[in-house]
């Protein structure tokens, strides 16, 4: 299994050096978000024996016994799925960033609940999937507004998750569209908002191509689920 988890991340990384490359970008400015989801501690710990140390969770129940069972200082774990309101107690001490946020309300409750700064990007519902949470574009001033006026949250950038499509290439509107939201946005709140969140297995190569700086990644890497 670490073998299999090598020669595909050894493939990832090619292709991204390739895509990257192509676009006139410096590879190294995109960081893997490892999925673990579903993956038991043995083989996330695999993966950060292997370099994959920012590890992306979906569920925070799930997460939270794999967090405490790995801890923080060998890994820095994302929250990429939906945050609800009353899980919020759940993420100081254990989640180094956030990227889910997608209401005023989850704003608003995670602000109350920290004692120290957080790193969030704000969820953007691009094709605005009606099937799908994340903020609406139109929503995004308003979310972004709130993060910066929050005393504990630190805005970083956006994430937006892309349609299933047949043919990864449908989905790069989506990608630039995201880009262009948050170009806006650095421009309206007057800040720079460095990480665009975007990428996953079916479609990184072009995620890449179209700006992304971070990668979501969980059958690219580890098989199957």
Do not use: C
């Not at 989905?171 to 170009?183: E, I, Q």
């Not at 665009?196 to 479609?203: A, C, E, F, H, V």
């Amino acid at each position: 299994m670490p073998d299999e988890l090598a020669a595909n991340l050894e493939v990832v990384r090619r292709t991204i050096a390739e895509r990257a490359m192509r676009a006139g970008r410096d590879p190294a400015s995109i960081t893997l978000v490892a999925v673990t989801k579903t993956f038991p501690v043995a083989r996330i710990r695999e993966a950060i024996a292997l370099g994959l140390t920012t590890l992306g969770e979906n569920r925070v129940q799930e997460a939270v016994s794999k967090i405490d069972a790995i801890g923080t200082r060998d890994a820095a774990w994302h929250l990429i799925g939906h945050l609800q309101t009353n899980k919020a107690k759940l993420i100081e001490g254990r989640f180094a960033m956030v990227q889910s946020i997608d209401r005023v309300e989850v704003v608003e409750a995670l602000d109350r609940r920290l004692t120290r700064p957080l790193d969030v990007l704000i969820d953007v519902n691009v094709a605005e999937e009606p099937q799908k949470t994340g903020a609406l574009p139109v929503d995004l001033p308003a979310i972004a507004q709130a993060v910066v006026a929050a005393s504990q949250l630190r805005l970083r950038g956006l994430m937006t998750v892309a349609p299933m499509a047949s043919d990864p290439e449908q989905v790069r509107p989506v990608f630039r569209r995201l880009r262009a939201l948050r170009d806006e946005t650095n421009q309206r709140l007057g800040m720079a908002l460095p990480v665009l969140s975007m990428g996953m297995t079916d479609d990184y190569p072009i995620a890449v191509e179209e700006g992304a700086t971070m990668l979501r990644l969980g059958r690219a890497l580890f098989g199957p689920r």
